[in-house]
């Protein structure tokens, strides 16, 4: 059974630093783990993702040079390195995982099956 928690979340001043961590279970066969928020009123999008295998990483434009998503596999657990924060990142943030997403669709909800339950974000100005 595949189980993601996410832990980490919090509130912060604008500028500031979080970090969020998805501990991941029973994800044997994971191609992909991303992140993805969803603010309130707004549609759910994609933050990062990462390659299980051989760690490759993608980011939305908005987050570039600000967050850094990796992962720890002997801990089974994903990080989203949060930095220089805005308001507009506030939101709920959830880990997924994939077992069948190509390099096109890695950014993408619809390519992930299994989901956490999600960490709050609040940042404040």
């Known amino acids: 059974q595949v189980q993601l928690v996410e832990s980490g979340g919090g509130f912060l001043q604008a500028g500031g630093s979080l970090k969020l961590s998805c501990a991941l279970s029973?994800?044997?066969?994971?191609?992909?783990v991303g992140w993805f928020r969803q603010a309130p009123g707004k549609e759910r999008e994609a933050v990062a993702a990462?390659?299980?295998?051989?760690?490759?990483?993608y980011y939305t434009d908005s987050v570039k040079g600000r967050f850094t998503i990796s992962r720890n596999n002997a801990k089974n657990t994903v990080y989203l390195q949060m930095s220089d924060v805005k308001p507009e990142d506030t939101a709920v943030y959830y880990c997924?995982?994939?077992?069948?997403?190509?390099?096109?669709?890695?950014?993408?909800?619809?390519?992930?099956?299994?989901w956490g339950q999600g960490t709050q974000v609040t940042v404040s100005s």
């Open positions: 029973g994800h044997s066969g994971a191609l992909a």
């Open positions: 990462i390659r299980w295998n051989g760690g490759y990483t």
């Open positions: 997924a995982m994939s077992r069948r997403t190509i390099l096109s669709t890695i950014l993408n909800a619809n390519a992930y099956d299994y």
